[in-house]
């Protein structure tokens, strides 16, 4: 009989959302397996650009600087455009810089995925909880409904197909992974899992889905793309920009890479009656590709990559089932065209949305979920990451058009979408993990979801600089804000030095939070493992504030290493990276002051007064982390 092996998740694929949902349990005891049925990691192609969102998740992980070193900055957008009056050919209409003021630093870089899909997975090394296996298949799910409330139980079992590769030699990706390449005899062995939870993260032709008998709504486009990933020997004069090419004959986006390589996205064909991608020819994609950038020459140096396909523009009915022990990550659960580059980056904005939930039901010391409370913060994936796909369904069908048939609002439209790709119009709807404004009743109250960097429960903390204030050092929020699985409750004291009712509320806050009995100490206490971390970000003059006269909450004392000098920042210049002005960028009043509480995944749960303890208690309460 087949020995049946027990994990808390599982996950099926191992591509960028599987493996960014991954590395959520690192430095944990939560037991974690992906497997996929490829024989190997993704070596090239596939999809390329990473936005500034993204680039903080990878911050967060701590891989950010060896992505970054890798990643090909893009700066310029040059726009053409069919010629006037009748003429042939195309020529350049507009060039725009790639730049959106409220981000306040590079809004797209480009690594390709099997890079991305790298250094994610070297970050695993070592971490004996997470297992990948390659040559896995799945071939049976069944989801036991009668232990679903039951929070130990382990009611996903999977059977897999695991090709054996019997050769000397073999080598492992990671030394916890199994082998995944030979030149041997093969031979399939079956094995049983039991998981409490599993993630498709299986692409677009996902099992789990099927599985799961969730539909795909939506349509297909009616084009066939082709994308090649070449070093090209031509006269076109913007080989080095992002470029969107309008002619008569078709549109192409061009984007640069790396080693004077660029990657092109080509409509070959559209109608009705489309060819299948499988039959068309690299031949023929270039020879489309010469046609629209006509008059300029384009001939071939070399090619390391080249694909066609059909997107369909769709949603998935459902994100979980079985009462959130089931979930369809990125491509499996949303598909659209390549254009406004969101493939990547959504599936691991979903991943990191999911993971932090997971890590907090799944974690065995304090706080402790009760069952009830456990599913209805995991219930709040779907609830969030839903809509955001729809958004960008809605989106990208008005993202093509805009190159088909551009208005004579061109610039503020493509402005709005630059904004709209990196995230900003994003907000998370009311929920256990989002608590609106004391006296706030609906969403509609706050106004729309505008295209800024602002404070608004829901909405990602906008990034920002500041120095700390024990050493004058540069920090930038996000990077500062490590994927550990703490909520942060950032205090925006002000220039608490000159007004001293900021400094009287500072004293007050600082003694709730430390508080085990009729505070937050219960929460904060316990040092870098502590479920909530408390930081400080002051206006006041850095000369007149001394760390060590701030109450211990913000300086906290290790019997083994001292005090904890990097909890505290002030908006101050930087010896040699300017000032990052933050009261000025996010609206703060430096005489009021604002206490924010920030999720693991960077965004806002709560926007509270600094002296409403009240409702900083009622956050972490209503969420469950807290004893009534």
């Known amino acids: 009989m087949t020995e049946v092996k027990t994990v808390d998740v599982l996950i099926i694929g191992a591509g960028p959302a599987g493996l960014a949902l991954a590395n959520w349990f690192r430095n944990t005891n ?3 397996l992906l497997v996929d049925k490829k024989p190997l990691p993704t070596r090239r192609g596939k999809a390329e650009g990473l936005k500034s969102t993204t680039n903080e998740i990878f911050d ?21 455009g069919q010629k006037k009056d009748g003429e042939s050919g195309i020529e350049r209409e507009q060039l725009i810089q790639d730049k959106v003021q409220e ?74 992974s199994t082998p995944h390449t030979a030149d041997g005899n093969t031979e399939e062995v079956e094995e049983r899992i039991r998981a409490k939870y599993i993630a498709g993260c299986d692409g677009a032709h996902s099992w789990l889905r099927k599985q799961l008998q969730v539909q795909l709504e939506g ?44 990657r092109l996205y080509i409509p070959v064909e559209s109608g009705s009656s489309l060819s299948d991608p499988k039959d068309l020819t690299f ?3 270039i020879s489309a590709a010469r046609k629209i950038m006509s008059p300029y020459t384009l001939e071939v140096g070399s090619v390391s990559w080249w694909s066609a396909y059909r997107v369909g523009q769709r949603v998935g009915s459902h994100f979980s089932r079985h ?85 004579s609002q061109f610039d503020t439209e493509f402005l709005r979408a630059m904004k709209f790709t990196t995230g900003l119009s994003i907000r998370y709807p009311p929920s256990c993990a989002v608590q609106l404004p004391r006296g ?48 942060r409750v950032i205090v925006f004291a002000g220039d608490f030095v000159t007004h001293p009712h900021l400094s009287t509320n500072l004293q007050s ?33 850095r000369e007149k504030v001394e760390l060590l006269g701030l109450p211990e909450v913000f300086r906290p004392w290790s019997e083994t290493e001292g005090y904890d000098y990097w909890r505290v920042l002030a908006d101050a210049e930087s010896v040699h990276e300017g000032h990052g002005r933050v009261y000025e960028r996010l609206d703060m009043d430096p005489e009021k002051g604002k206490t924010l509480v920030v999720r693991p995944d960077g965004y806002i749960g709560a926007v509270l007064d600094i002296d409403d303890v009240e409702g900083l208690g009622g956050y972490f309460e209503k969420l469950g982390m807290l004893p009534k």
Not at 450 to 470: E, H, I, N, T
């Open 103 to 176: 981000l306040g630093k590079v809004r797209e870089t480009m690594l390709q995925q099997s890079r991305v899909e790298y250094h994610m997975q070297q970050n695993l090394l070592g971490h004996k909880n997470i297992t990948i296996q390659y040559n896995t298949q799945p071939v049976e799910v069944k989801i036991d409904e009668s232990p679903l409330h039951e929070d130990k139980a382990c009611p996903v079992e999977v059977r897999l197909i695991k090709t054996q590769v019997q050769s000397e030699g073999s080598s492992n990706v990671l030394e916890n």
């Open 509 to 541: 806050l600082g003694e709730y939070l430390s508080n085990s009995e009729t505070g937050l100490g219960f929460l904060t206490a316990g040092g870098e493992a502590a479920p909530v971390e408390v930081l400080m970000v002051h206006s006041a003059d």
């Open 323 to 407: 009462n959130e022990r089931a979930f369809l990550v990125g491509d499996a659960v949303h598909t659209h065209s390549p254009k406004a580059g969101q493939g990547m980056n959504t599936s691991i904005q979903d991943a990191y949305n999911l993971g932090w939930k997971l890590r907090l039901v799944l974690q065995p010391t304090k706080p402790q979920l009760n069952p009830d409370a456990s599913r209805r913060l995991l219930a709040t994936y779907s609830t969030e990451r839903r809509p955001v796909a729809q958004d960008l369904i809605s989106f990208d069908r008005g993202y093509l058009k805009l190159f088909a048939a551009p208005s």
């Open 283 to 285: 031949d023929r994609i």
């Open 30 to 32: 939560i037991n974690v």
């Open 60 to 80: 967060s992980y701590g891989i950010g600087p060896q992505i970054a070193a890798e990643s090909w900055r893009l700066e310029e957008i040059a726009i053409w």
């Open 219 to 262: 349509d297909l486009t009616d084009s066939v793309f082709g994308v090649v990933d070449l070093i090209p020997k031509s006269n076109f004069p913007d080989l080095r920009r992002v470029c969107y090419l309008r002619a008569s004959t078709g549109t192409i986006l061009l984007v640069p890479r790396s080693n004077k390589e660029v």
């Open 440 to 487: 706030v009743e609906t969403p509609e109250q706050l106004g729309p979801s505008l295209l800024k960097a602002d404070l608004v429960p829901g909405k990602r903390l906008p990034d920002f600089q500041a120095v700390y204030q024990a050493d004058g050092i540069t920090c930038w929020i996000h990077r500062r804000l490590q994927a550990t699985g703490s909520f």
